[in-house]
């Protein structure tokens, strides 16, 4: 067994400490070890005390941990022995303690509240900023969620619970999004699709997608309107599903269906079907990315393709217009860009886009952010460092920052990277004390979820209040 780290001696405290000489010694090393006042260099070293403090400060993790370091490290004299004095905990982190805890490079974001979720981990965040305040949701592993309310920078008592349709199979919610005014919200795995009243929380919609070809939770995606007569309808982007022939998932990859639903009435509409290509044609394609504009006006894809005189496989972006009509009043999408941005095997995941399905991001052999503009024809590089297929990436609602949060090494874990788009610059670190597990970017506001359950508000500069 892998000895685990001593978290008295990383703090410098003795066993039979109190909680006050805990909190004394925790804000001397924060002081000490900060990266305003000690530079980057003591990231790793802050990481240590954050994960030590909160530990120690808390009762219940404070005795399990003295079990198990009991066993293992050699702690001698104080081992055995009651401490001295009895620790008193009102609570693990008192407010001058917290900004410590979760802390930050200089820059225009400031740590604003945390929430602490009952879910366990959260595997998806998502939020809306509305006319009543921000909006908050986040879904779990075992398929249910949570939607709170921030108003006047203070968390609401009330939490709405929501859970997907438990006839479908239970699987875990990993995207999540917001109708334009935050009364809807839709969330889906790899093999459902769900859409509940934010109010309430009542389930109002679901969809099976076991017959589609979903590769992973963003080949697909959904924009949630209501319209001015109170109808609500429902777009999903989805792998196409032909029914002229013997294998609809094997072509799933070559095109899109583009559904919408009127909540409440179930006849059936057809779908505006965007070929990448010819169902007769052999060379490969696949597309590995979806993302529908906020209004559901435009489809961006990006696959990986074969195509004529390129023997490598390369990594293709398209721009689709979808309110383009014929004549006779159908639809007909039309291709508005169609780019190609570099090799097939150098692209790899997390993948990212805008609201605006303008923006599109991937990992670039496996150290760089390549950012690609179609409407513009035109991408950018960041220089990240090595990104592993846990790390997360979210554009801004401005297309002006993206938030890059990287798990390559002990040092980058918890670690949100702010960098400025246009100047490719890094412009802030947003540092936390445990793994992220989700992140999401709204309006000027950064949601940060991590993996000890808690949820993070990062609020930018000169953004109003909730």
Known sequence: MDTPENYYATLGVPLNADNETIKRAYRQLARR????????????????????YAVLS????????????????DLRNGAAHPRSRPRRFEHPIEPEFDGLNIFSTRGPFHAELSIRSSMGVVSTVKG????????????????KGSIWQVVQQALQPQVIQFEADPALTIESLRELRFSEAGSLLAGWGRLSLHVWDTLSGQRIWSSSLQQRA???????DTTLRVEPDGKRLVHTALPLLPSDIKAPRSWGVRGSDIESHLMGDETPRPPVVCLEENIEHRSFWAIR??????????????????????PQQVVIARRWDLTTQTRFKGMRPQILSSLELGQCEECTPPYAASLDARLVAFTYQGKQLRICDTVSGTYSELGTGAMGSSARVAFSPDCQFVAVAREDSEINEG???????????????LYHPWQISALDYTERYLLV???????????GADTPAF
Not at 289 to 310: E, I, K, M, P
Not at 449 to 459: Q, R
Request: glycine share 10%; aromatic share 6%; charged share 15%.
């Open 214 to 220: 979903v590769s992973a939770p963003y080949s697909v």
């Open 58 to 73: 808390d009762e219940e993790q404070r005795h399990s941990y003295d079990i198990v370091i009991g066993g293992v490290i």
């Open 289 to 310: 990315l979806r993302a529908l504009s906020y209004d559901a006006h435009h489809l961006l894809t990006l696959s990986c393709a074969q195509v004529t005189g390129n």
């Open 415 to 429: 670690v949100v990277d702010i960098w400025s788009i246009a100047t490719g610059q890094l412009i802030q670190k």
């Open 128 to 143: 809306r900023q509305t006319t009543h305040g921000l909006l908050i949701a986040g879904g779990s592993f075992d398929g």
């Open 33 to 52: 070890y900060h990266p305003d006042l000690a530079g980057p260099e003591a990231a790793l070293q802050m990481k240590r005390i954050n994960r030590a």
């Open 449 to 459: 979820a991590l993996t000890d359950g808690t949820l993070h508000v990062w609020s």
